[in-house]
């Protein structure tokens, strides 16, 4: 069973930068999708970025042009960088491929 293991989170002034990271065990981890989300306090979690085996990605319009997912097969972590940092970025990051997920890295954007 794949283990997920998120790190990377922190305090961040608007407008900058952060580099989130999803370390996975597992042989096949360069097949899976894998998949960031976030959740604030009071709403629902939602689906931010994804990576696909084939390594296409996807993003929320919330975040495009700000945050790029990326994976490191040799490393076999995936990788959120977000730059741009809004307030309302503040929330929980999530790794996630299929039913699994990571304990979560918090991400608080505030001056």
């Known amino acids: 069973q794949v283990q997920l293991v998120e790190s990377g989170g922190g305090l961040v002034q608007p407008g900058g930068s952060l580099r989130l990271s999803c370390a996975a065990s597992g042989s096949r981890f360069r097949f899976y999708t894998m998949n960031w989300y976030r959740q604030a306090p009071g709403n629902q979690r939602e689906l931010v970025a994804t990576?696909?085996?084939?390594?296409?990605?996807n993003y929320a319009d919330s975040v495009k042009g700000r945050f790029t997912i990326s994976r490191d097969i040799a490393k076999n972590t995936v990788y959120l960088q977000m730059n741009s940092l809004k307030p309302n970025d503040t929330a929980v990051y999530y790794c996630?491929?299929?039913?699994?997920w990571g304990q979560g890295t918090l991400v608080t954007v505030s001056s």
């Open positions: 996630n491929t299929g039913g699994t």
């Open positions: 990576i696909t085996g084939g390594s296409s990605t």
